[in-house]
């Protein structure tokens, strides 16, 4: 009752520690997620799961993974996530009850399991159009793995053995095993805390540096670019000046055409008057055929480089277009007003030459420049890029984050970039574009680079602690062999590897043995004298367990243990069978008259006389109890089974026994029963019908015997 007792308290404890563990699971995977670069992050709450498992056993540790998976849900709204670490805790548990380490178990279920399973869920279930990027989520998920499994097994050395479950049953590993792991923890911790620290910092730095000079590079080009259109709008401001002024007398054709060849960004210009109707145009043979039209065709009064800047009477740069009547390259129309005073005479207008923007795409590197309108189309794009000017571009904004900061979008629902954008003062955008992985890359080989190394620091471990352990373990073995002997065996010259204490532990040991021996060799002697002893007092225990100590004929137990194996195979072999119980005749009396001893006399001659008669191997005798008889005889015919047992009767009655000056004379009855065609009578109903038998003996005047066969 005080044990089961026992066993409930434990039990209650035990989960009492899975809650408690659990919660504290909770806490760290929903408030200590350590973020990492990239919207990446370590999470620690598997810590505590693992050191239930070791601690408390694994129902217990079922119940903190459920707790944890919990709050790691809630923290980072990821099922997969929680999924996985599910997954590895189960495999850990079933490795770890198979005896393999729990840091080797992690390391095959990520090569195995985890690293396919992460692989194959970013493929179906998240939008990630980052190959580097996945690699670094793979291996990340498995350094988070390995760190969470390093940490555990290290606090197991730091846990109060008072936190263990009593009834967790576990095998030591091998002293080996315990090196090599210790030498993998101490090795692996600080190298994937320094390595994820560093690379972060690493990439954190690389980031801002990035970014900084996608500042610079951006805020350049828009002065560039607004320095390209203000140049060419102030230079068709000052022509429209001088043809409101005209001091020079130059035709407007004349100072059209040397503005032209002043600024070879304006692949056209023309004047219209008040009704927006083109009266003028350079260079002379892009104009020649259309000024000889009629004034309706050659009318521009719907295009917004007009009606803008005659409504506004301001200056008008316009979103790219493609020219039409005179040209149908990409352009960029700069107008401005002719007022003189202050009447509308009409404008004068100069389209830009698309491509001429490649005198400011000087950005080096793998940077590319792309320039888009107001309506997302393209005013210039690098070469690399595919661009033509007037393609529509979509530009979306990624949602996942890959960085710190730097922010990336998808161009064309094709390619992904790391960028900067600015907006001009006319509403034209300019992006800086940065090869997305240029930042990852690094990264991830940062993480290639440490896992590398922690394989091949396993397998320098794994080496080093085989070697180290058989430098401890061969001493340990020598001692023990030393110990073990039953002899002394001279002491060897203490080898390199061994150590003081060592040879300290074999010199006490060696004085042990001296004394063990000696106690060895007088224990031996006595247990010798002893055994001997026991053998005789066992032999004669089994005699009396079987024997009839007074006459040393078989007691009732051994008789019927005899007839168990005989009786059987005689019947099998269907050979003649003769039970015969014999009973001396007024046995009473003889007591009564001389006495108990001179009784046992009387039996003693009585068991010696039935011995000397039935003598042959197959005839068994016994002693039932009191002046009971019993015999077994097997073989031969039943006639001269019954000449014995006359024999027996006839001896008996002629016998004298002498007892302290009297003689005693006595006689017996015996009733027998035989087999000897039907041999399907079981023993016991064959003794039956032998004492019926003995009882007709009996009655029919004693001292004669009663035969019957079946």
């Not at 026992?6 to 699971?25: E, H, I, P, T």
């Not at 005689?570 to 009784?599: E, P, W, Y």
């Amino acid at each position: 009752m005080l044990h089961k007792l026992q066993g409930a308290l434990s039990n209650r404890l035990n989960w009492q520690f899975s809650v408690a563990y659990g919660v504290l699971a909770f806490l760290v995977n929903y408030y200590a997620l350590i973020p990492l670069y990239g919207n990446l992050s370590i999470h620690l709450g598997q810590i505590i799961v693992l050191v239930c498992l070791i601690t408390r056993g694994e129902k217990p540790a079922l119940v903190t993974l459920f707790i944890s998976s919990l709050g790691l849900y809630l923290s980072t709204g990821s099922l997969p996530l929680v999924g996985l670490s599910i997954a590895e805790l189960l495999v850990l548990m079933v490795l770890f009850r198979k005896g393999v380490l729990l840091i080797i178990a992690d390391m095959m279920f990520w090569a195995v399991l985890g690293i396919p399973i992460t692989f194959t869920t970013l493929l179906f279930v998240y939008d990630i159009n980052s190959s580097d990027f996945t690699q670094v989520i793979l291996i990340k998920q498995a350094l988070n793995g390995l760190l969470s499994v390093s940490l555990a097994t290290m606090l197991r050395a730091f846990i109060p053995y008072t936190w263990y479950y009593s009834q967790i049953s576990a095998n030591p590993p091998k002293l080996s095993k315990r090196i090599f792991e210790l030498c993998l923890i101490s090795i692996a911790i600080p190298s994937l805390i320094v390595m994820l620290v560093l690379s972060d910092n690493s990439a954190d730095k690389l980031e801002k540096q990035l970014l900084n000079e996608l500042d610079i590079r951006a805020e350049h080009l828009r002065e560039r670019a607004e320095n390209y259109q203000l140049f060419h709008r102030k230079a068709v401001e000052s022509l429209a000046d001088t043809l409101q002024k005209n001091s020079s007398g130059d035709s407007e054709h004349e100072l059209m055409s040397r503005w032209v060849e002043r600024y070879p960004g304006f692949i056209t210009m023309i004047l219209t008057n008040h009704q927006g109707v083109v009266i003028n145009g350079v260079p002379s043979q892009s104009f020649e055929k259309l000024l000889q039209r009629p004034p309706s065709d050659r009318k521009v009064n719907d295009r917004d480089y007009f009606k803008v800047a005659r409504d506004s009477g301001q200056p008008f740069v316009s979103d790219v277009f493609r020219g039409r009547g005179f040209g149908n390259d990409p352009i960029i129309a700069v107008s401005v007003p002719i007022i003189r005073d202050n009447t509308f005479y009409g404008i004068v207008e100069g389209s830009l030459n698309l491509p001429k923007f490649e005198t400011i795409d000087n950005l080096g590197g793998m940077d590319s420049l792309l320039v888009v309108d107001s309506s997302e189309q393209v005013i210039y794009g690098s070469h690399d890029l595919q661009l033509a000017p007037l393609d529509t571009v979509t530009i979306e904004e990624n949602s996942q984050s890959y960085s710190n900061a730097i922010k990336s979008l998808t161009l064309n629902n094709d390619k992904v970039y790391n960028y900067k954008t600015v907006e001009t003062s006319n509403g034209w955008h300019i992006y800086i574009l940065s090869p997305f992985d240029e930042l990852l890359v690094a990264y991830r080989n940062s993480f290639y680079a440490l896992l590398i190394g922690i394989m091949v620091v396993s397998l320098i471990a794994s080496r080093i602690a085989h070697k180290f352990s058989q430098h401890i373990t061969r001493p340990l073995e020598r001692l023990v062999t030393y110990f073990s002997s039953n002899k002394i065996v001279p002491a060897k010259p203490a080898s390199y590897f061994s150590s003081q204490e060592i040879e300290t532990v074999r010199s006490q040991l060696q004085q042990a043995q001296r004394v063990m021996i000696d106690f060895q060799e007088q224990l031996k002697a006595k247990v010798d004298s002893k055994t001997e002893e026991l053998v005789v007092l066992n032999a004669e225990l089994e005699k009396l367990s079987s024997h009839d100590p007074l006459t040393g004929l078989l007691n009732r137990r051994g008789f019927e243990q005899v007839v168990d194996t005989v009786f059987p195979l005689a019947c099998r072999n269907q050979s003649n069978v003769t039970l015969a119980i014999m009973d001396l005749d007024h046995f009473k009396h003889i007591n009564d008259k001389f006495g108990h001893n001179a009784g046992d006399a009387c039996l003693i001659t009585v068991a010696q006389t039935i011995e000397e008669v039935l003598q042959r191997d197959s005839d068994y005798v016994g002693r039932f109890g009191g002046e009971e008889f019993v015999a077994l005889i097997i073989g031969e015919s039943v006639e001269q089974h019954s000449h014995l047992l006359q024999s027996v009767r006839r001896m008996i009655e002629e016998l004298t026994v002498e007892y302290e000056g009297d003689d005693i004379q006595f006689t017996i009855s015996i009733g027998a029963y035989s087999l000897t065609n039907q041999f399907d009578m079981n023993y016991d109903k064959m003794l039956c019908t032998a004492d019926k038998l003995l009882y007709e003996s009996k009655e029919s005047g004693r001292n004669r015997m009663t035969h019957k066969s079946q």
